[in-house]
């Protein structure tokens, strides 16, 4: 199993990013994902998930914001960031029981 994180760096507040996750490994489309980040001295924070038939969910902090989607042809998970804040400064991780190695989003 792999999950592989991209797209993270650094933006200004109200800014956008997009992070992708590929997968490998396993039989994606059968899975619910989620997306999960940690900030520095913060426990791990579960932001979104998708179903392997595509209901979401959403936490409070990042509803309205952020959206989840999953291409299952191309076995890659994305999480959409609009409207970024100083507090969404966190290490991104995709993950359903695995994780990936996480990617940097700074945003200041």
């Known amino acids: 199993v792999q999950l592989v994180e991209s797209g993270g760096g650094s933006v200004q507040p109200g800014g956008s990013l997009r992070l992708s996750c590929a997968a490998s490994g396993f039989t994606f489309s059968t899975y619910d994902m989620t997306w999960v980040r940690q900030a520095p001295g913060q426990v791990r924070e579960l932001l979104t998930a998708v179903t392997s038939d595509g209901s979401t969910t959403w936490a409070d902090s990042v509803k309205g914001r952020f959206t989840i989607s999953r291409d299952n042809a191309k076995n890659t998970l994305y999480l959409q960031m609009n409207s970024l804040k100083t507090e969404d400064t966190a290490v991104y991780y995709c993950?359903?029981?695995?994780w990936g190695q996480g990617t940097q989003v700074t945003v200041s």
């Open positions: 993950a359903f029981g695995y």
